[in-house]
């Protein structure tokens, strides 16, 4: 649509990773033991993305999805936000305090939907199609929020948009994915960028089609981020905070979960008794994504010790990303705000 197409290199994509040694339990419990301590030294909270390895989850203040992870951080008192999950996520952190100190394992931990959509490029095209309201999955840059009207997550992408006035045009960047599924649930034509989720998009409808023949009986959830192929085939289509949810109350014995495989840790503690059958994709078994699991419990430990890397950015840049942000947060709350 509207040329979008030829603006944007596609992302760079290499191979997964392999499957991960575990850590030997004495290790694990040592290591786990000098975090806590850490913690309770540094006034720090942890914050934990649902896709996030088991040892971590176990570990976080509060693990969730991206929805839930903002705003932990926007209403945390803690002096230090270890954020556990992509780099886009602890710079919202950092975004929303300004003043404390964000440090997170891996600095390059990073997204293909951020890298899907360069600010440049994105001013370019703005440029090109004047008084565009700009609607940005929080699955981006800082300078590409500082570029846009309004966050949205895949929690509450529905009602962002809902809330935005007939009459303004609106550019949706960077998940075609996302974005034509909002389009199809609220009929809202939107611009949609080119950009995609590289693990979401290698779930397959044919893979899917095969597991929901070997398990008929097995409800199936799928991530906003897979393609409309896949989504067609889902019972429900949700957030990964949306799909603990449904879950934790269905009344289904069993649970096809279309998305990265990190969250059937969280499912099988908090709905025992339940089956998860994860989906494989085309090039990885394991679903999962390479950037999420470069993060490690022994990372997370030396980022408390060296409070490094963290998260530094120039200060009119946080103001200029803030208020994009603070808009999602206040509509996603039921606040009146003008968007
Ligand atoms: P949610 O956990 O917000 O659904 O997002 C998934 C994701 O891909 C985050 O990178
Ligand atoms: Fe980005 Fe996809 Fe990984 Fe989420 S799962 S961090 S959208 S590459």
Known sequence: ??????????????????????????????????????KKKLNAVILAHNYQVPEIQDIADFVGDSLGLSQQAAATEAEVIVFSGVHFMAETAKILNPTKLVVLPDKDAGCSLEESCPASKLLEYQQRHPGLYTVAYINCSAEVKALSDIICTSGNALRIVQAIPKEKEILF???????????????????????????????????????????????????????????????????????????????????????????????????????FIPMPSQNCQCSECKYMKMNTLEKLYD?????????????????????????????????????
Request: glycine share 6%; proline share 7%.
């Open 303 to 339: 980022c408390m010790v060296n409070l490094s890397p963290r998260i530094e950015l120039p200060e009119s840049l946080i103001q200029r990303a803030r208020r994009p942000i603070e808009r999602m947060l206040e509509v996603t709350t039921g606040k009146n705000v003008k968007v």
């Open 173 to 275: 960047v960077p998940d075609e994915n996302l974005g034509s599924w909002v389009q199809e649930q609220t009929g809202r034509k939107m611009h949609l960028w080119p950009g995609s989720c590289y693990a979401h998009v290698e779930i397959t409808h044919e893979s899917l089609l095969k597991l929901k023949r070997e398990h008929p009986d097995a409800l199936i959830l799928a991530h906003p981020e897979c393609t409309k192929s896949v989504r067609m085939l889902a019972d429900e289509v949700c957030s990964t905070e949306g799909m603990v949810n449904i879950c934790k109350k269905h009344s289904a014995r069993s649970f096809i979960i279309a998305t990265e495989s990190g969250i059937i840790h969280r499912l099988k503690k908090e709905c025992p008794g339940k089956e």
């Open 1 to 38: 649509m509207n040329g979008l197409k030829n603006d944007v290199s596609a992302p760079s994509v290499e191979g997964n990773i392999g499957v991960r040694k575990p850590i030997p339990p004495a290790k694990l419990d040592a290591l786990s033991k000098e975090i806590l301590q850490l």
